[in-house]
């Protein structure tokens, strides 16, 4: 992959969460909220965006969609947001033209759209965000995994995961083919170099690591100053642009983290030797 490639990969991650009323889907899409009624045959539509209503019942986030009857043989760039679509619905609307898919919501939901065939697609981009404790979270590993085994062929193959209650386990995750990933939740960096060698084609990786600092501070800063002795070798991994998003950066400036950042950047720079780019942002 090119630098022009590259560039154009990590624009897409920043697209991942604004397709649904962003400029290039304000004049082209058609904006829909659930439920709906017979959609009906959009023959000549390419673009299409539909958001539903996200209902709360309990713990668990229920997104419903009526039976659409869609038909839509020259759609190209698809955006949902909380819909659930199964069956003849799922089939329509992932067409065989489908060249850009981009979800976001529940994990189940976008695993039964995803059993679809993807082949066609240029770019996938799945959102999942989590605001309370949701069940899914037990079913996390298995169905990502299905996900992701999926998608050989899609050039650009980004997940997000947003969540402000549940710390994601990433412990058995295989996700070969993903190319983007953005973490919004507590990860130790352990736990990060652990699991990047089961997304050995990740380019570009986003994490958020306020509360990892906040709450392991010493064990974040030993591991990160002393890299090539737990880890002896460089990986193999393709990552080429890193962000490390940090709440709290202005207020660690007079901390030993502005001392060692020098000393990390390179041992990161070892330890990963395609990166060329690392951003540190407060929000």
């Known amino acids: 992959m090119g630098d022009s490639d590259e560039e154009e990969s990590n624009s897409l991650d920043e697209e991942a969460v604004t397709d649904s009323g962003g400029s290039d889907w304000e004049s082209v899409s058609s904006s829909i909220s659930s439920p709906v009624n017979s959609v009906g045959n959009a023959v000549a539509l390419v673009d299409l965006s539909i958001t539903g209503v996200v209902q709360v019942s309990g713990a668990n986030n229920v997104m419903n969609a009526n039976d659409l009857d869609l038909v839509f043989p020259k ?12 069956g003849k619905d799922a089939q329509a609307i992932m067409g065989h033209g489908l060249k850009r898919f981009s979800y976001v919501g529940s994990i189940v939901a976008a695993s039964q759209l ?54 994601w386990s990433m412990v058995g995750i295989d996700w070969p083919y993903l190319t983007h ?8 960096f352990k736990e990060l170099f652990d699991m990047l060698p089961k997304v050995p084609n990740l380019v570009f ?7 990892c600092i906040d709450h392991e501070f010493a064990e974040a800063t030993e591991l990160l100053t002393n890299i090539k002795k737990h880890y002896p070798a460089p990986s193999s991994s393709k990552i080429k642009t890193l962000r490390l998003v940090d709440e709290n950066i202005s207020l660690r400036s007079n901390s030993c983290c502005k001392h060692t950042f020098g000393g990390v950047i390179e041992n ?3 330890y990963w030797p395609q990166l060329r780019k690392i951003d540190l942002q407060d929000n």
Not at 133 to 143: C, N, Q
Not at 148 to 159: L, P, S, Y
Not at 181 to 188: A, C, D, K, Q
Not at 205 to 211: E, H, P, S
Request: hydrophobic content about 40%; charged content about 25%; aromatic content about 10%.
């Open 75 to 86: 759609l190209e760039r698809l955006y949902l947001e909380n819909i659930s679509l199964t």
């Open 114 to 167: 995803c059993k679809q065939p993807l082949r066609n697609l240029d770019t996938l981009i799945l959102v999942w965000v989590e605001k309370q404790y949701s069940e899914e979270a037990d079913d996390f590993v298995t169905l990502t995994n299905e996900i992701f085994n999926k998608t050989d062929g899609i050039e650009h193959v980004h997940c997000e995961i947003r969540s402000a209650y549940y710390d």
């Open 181 to 188: 990933l953005s973490l919004g939740f507590m990860i130790s």
């Open 205 to 211: 990786l986003n994490v958020d690591i306020t509360k």
């Open 268 to 270: 990161l720079k070892w």
